[in-house]
Nanobody, 126 residues
Framework: VQLQASGGGLVQAGGSLKLSCAAS????????MGWFRQTPGKEREFVAA????????YYVDSVKGRFTISRDNAQNTVHLQMNSLKPEDTAVYYC????????????????????WGQGTQVTVSS
């Protein structure tokens, strides 16, 4: 199983980026997926999560109203649209997928995820 994250880069404050994560080797159409981020010396932080049906999403307070998580089960992908980016959003962003099938709620705890992408760097300049 592989999760391949892409879309990171360097952007000015106020700009936008869209991260994508493509899964292969297993279908995640009935599993929760999410995005986390990490900066050097800090714990991995939850950013956003989405239920398998896309009916429910959940965000950390600091990104509410600016980031949008979405998924395409037919393509086995999850995306994170990031608008109005701030320097404090600078981090390596990781996508994640749960192995548990059929949970209707998004998962915000990193220990609830079993599969992780390799990370993509997002740098927001001031």
């Amino acid at each position: 199983v592989q999760l391949q994250a892409s879309g990171g880069g360097l952007v000015q404050a106020g700009g936008s980026l869209k991260l994508s994560c493509a899964a292969s080797g297993r279908r995640f159409s009935r599993s929760a997926m999410g995005w986390f981020r990490q900066t050097p010396g800090k714990e991995r932080e939850f950013v956003a999560a989405i239920s398998w049906s896309s009916a429910r999403t959940y965000y950390v307070d600091s990104v509410k109203g600016r980031f949008t998580i979405s998924r395409d089960n037919a393509q086995n992908t999850v995306h994170l649209q990031m608008n109005s980016l701030k320097p404090e959003d600078t981090a390596v962003y990781y996508c994640a997928a749960s192995s548990i099938v059929g949970i209707a709620t998004p998962l915000a705890n990193q220990y609830q995820y079993d599969y992780w992408g390799q990370g993509t760097q997002v740098t927001v300049s001031s």
